[in-house]
């Protein structure tokens, strides 16, 4: 950035010498000064940089005596961009101020980041680099100021601080969602020992079976965590038969249920008695795992759906809940990283933004719509290649209205 400003003044410089020998060599020397103020004034005028130039007097009082068209573009002046000076508060005009003595007294031009208003009144942040071209008969000397809007950078630098921030709340909360599994494994395994009968084996193993499955969860979200970041995740994609995996899905959602012990009906709308597709899947699993474990933590009561339909070789799936819902501040985020529902609850916050990344490296689209109270639907859909599929007689009347509604709020 300092090299293209240096060279920007450098062109200048040299236009300007190219300008004044041409005039002194054809024009009357009468003509020379104003022809050769009008044509710089003309070049600077067009010259996509944007700048200003300022007055320093002897009583070290400013004012702004040039601004040329780029400089009104960038500050979204339709007015002479003297107006930006008049928009500076009495702090603001000092600053600038005190920065144009610096140059001068230095005699070097500086580079700074530095902020003025556009002409909504917004402070907009700027690279800035100014310049003493020299005085006048008066003694009075100008400073001339080129710009280069870094509001994109900023905002970076300020995503880029948020993202610490969430990363560090993530590994003190990372260090607690461990152990906490760690610590029941060891515990019952101690136990698992002095077990006396069948039933307390039983219940200890579930309990360290269960916790390995939690475990082993934290450990493949972290891994997934690192493919996300360097745009790496991977595809096997393979011939399965899409049914017997939402048979699979159903069972192990069953099971959750039934291990926390909740009044929760599971509900499946599956229209295929074979759906052979080319797809990956372990992801396509992970997908529905990671949608439908949120759905039994997050449904007290009522009931969950869950159903997939293939249309214009599309594959749609959706699991409709009637949990807690989510906040409308909230629903925006939720695929974001490191984002949870609920910061009590367990989770890494990564569930949903590892959905997202597998679903559009599957060059597909993933959505929720949610009434606080009410419930959720989280829904996807991807192309999928198909080689053979059979159709049941089914009643698509709970299918249909749920497609529509998904349909209507992917966009």
């Known amino acids: 950035m300092h090299s293209t400003y240096i060279y920007t003044i450098s062109l200048l410089i040299v236009a300007a010498g190219i300008i004044g020998w041409l005039i002194a060599r054809y024009m009357p020397s009468h003509q020379q000064s104003r022809l050769g103020e009008e044509l710089m004034n003309q070049i600077l005028e067009e010259l996509p940089v944007p700048l200003f130039s300022t007055k320093v007097t002897q009583g070290k009082s400013q004012r702004l005596v040039y601004w040329n068209k780029a400089c009104n573009h960038l500050l979204g002046y339709y007015k002479p961009f003297k107006s930006t000076l008049r928009n500076m508060s009495?702090?603001?005009?000092?600053?600038?101020?005190?920065?144009?003595?610096?140059?001068?007294?230095n005699k070097r031009p500086i580079e700074r980041l530095y902020y003025l208003k556009n002409a909504q009144g917004e402070p907009?942040?700027?690279?800035?680099?100014?310049?003493m071209l020299g005085r006048d008969y008066d003694n009075n000397q100008y400073v001339t100021t080129v710009l280069s809007n870094v509001n994109n950078l900023v905002e970076a630098r300020q995503a880029a601080d948020r993202n610490n921030n969430l990363k560090s709340a993530f590994?003190?909360?990372?260090?607690?969602?461990?152990?906490?599994?760690?610590?029941?494994?060891?515990?019952?395994?101690?136990?698992?020992?002095?077990?006396?009968?069948?039933?307390?084996?039983?219940?200890?193993?579930?309990?360290?079976?269960?916790?390995?499955?939690?475990?082993?969860?934290?450990?493949?979200?972290?891994?997934?965590?690192?493919?996300?970041?360097?745009?790496?995740?991977?595809?096997?994609?393979?011939?399965?038969?899409i049914t017997k995996l939402m048979q699979e899905m159903e069972m192990t959602t069953?099971?959750?249920?039934?291990?926390?012990?909740?009044?929760?009906?599971?509900?499946?709308?599956?229209?295929?008695?074979?759906?052979?597709?080319?797809?990956d899947r372990n992801r396509l699993m992970q997908l529905l795992t990671n949608i439908l474990t949120n759905a039994v933590k997050y449904t007290m009561e009522g009931s969950i759906r869950m159903g997939m339909v293939v249309q214009e070789g599309?594959?749609?799936?959706?699991?409709?809940?009637?949990?807690?819902?989510?906040?409308?501040?909230k629903l925006p985020k939720v695929f974001e990283r490191f984002e949870k529902l609920d910061d009590v609850a367990p989770g890494t916050g990564l569930g949903m933004a590892i959905s997202q990344s597998i679903v559009e490296a599957m060059n597909g689209r993933i959505g929720v719509f949610s009434t606080l109270g009410e419930g959720s639907t989280f829904w996807f859909?991807?192309?999928?290649?198909?080689?053979?599929?059979?159709?049941?007689?089914?009643?698509?009347?709970?299918?249909?209205?749920?497609?529509?509604?998904?349909?209507q709020n992917r966009g």
């Open 90 to 105: 009495s702090v603001e005009h000092r600053y600038l101020h005190s920065l144009n003595l610096q140059v001068i007294k």
């Open 124 to 131: 907009t942040h700027h690279f800035m680099l100014q310049k």
């Open 171 to 241: 590994i003190a909360n990372m260090s607690h969602e461990i152990r906490t599994p760690l610590n029941s494994i060891v515990g019952f395994s101690a136990l698992l020992k002095d077990a006396e009968n069948k039933e307390e084996i039983k219940e200890f193993a579930d309990i360290i079976q269960t916790n390995n499955d939690l475990l082993l969860k934290l450990i493949e979200e972290i891994l997934d965590l690192a493919q996300m970041q360097s745009k790496n995740l991977e595809l096997f994609p393979e011939w399965i038969d």
């Open 254 to 279: 069953l099971q959750q249920i039934n291990f926390k012990e909740k009044e929760i009906e599971l509900l499946v709308d599956n229209p295929y008695t074979r759906l052979v597709a080319y797809v």
């Open 314 to 329: 599309k594959l749609w799936c959706y699991v409709q809940d009637t949990g807690i819902g989510i906040t409308p501040e």
């Open 381 to 407: 859909v991807c192309p999928v290649q198909l080689d053979y599929s059979e159709k049941v007689s089914y009643d698509w009347t709970e299918i249909t209205p749920i497609i529509e509604k998904v349909q």
